[in-house]
């Protein structure tokens, strides 16, 4: 079966995020006061083969701790979708 | 109410992405073979405050025609969910 995961990967709360804090600023700068707070993380598609769910489950796991996030600093949650050919 | 927005920016399906070419590659390379495509995008929680849903629409869609996204060449989509105190 052919299986798409998105993943979303985010700074663990306890770091700071750079990034985050550069974007809140330029909307406020830009007049958007009503913004308290913006994290900036990544967000991939992943399409991959695999026998079943539990294949599909323990791969993402393995490819996101070995090289898609870095577990020090990042977290991530994760959706599967089935490809329908 | 405060709301926070989970937006996903990615490119548009006809745009090149290298970022996701070289991590398809990175990924073969440790033998996980069974990989065929991936294609990274950002990924951004935004808190704000706003009186009701469709400003909260609004607001986001703003948003992200104005800094968060590049219309030309990336699309988004986002969910919104309120914050409770």
Redesign the interface.
């Known amino acids: 079966m ?1 299986v798409q995961a ?1 993943i ?3 700074l663990k709360g306890s770091v700071l995020d750079p990034q985050g804090v550069a ?1 809140t600023k ?2 406020h700068a ?1 007049k ?1 006061e ?17 026998e079943n769910d539990s294949q599909a489950h323990e ?1 993402v796991a393995k ?1 996101c701790d ?3 996030t870095n577990p020090v600093i990042e977290k991530y949650t994760y959706e599967l979708v089935e490809v329908l050919a």
């Open positions: 052919k998105k979303f990967v985010t974007v330029a909307l830009m958007y009503q913004v308290e707070d913006v994290r900036v993380g990544k967000y991939l598609e992943v399409v991959f083969d695999v791969l490819m070995q090289l898609l």
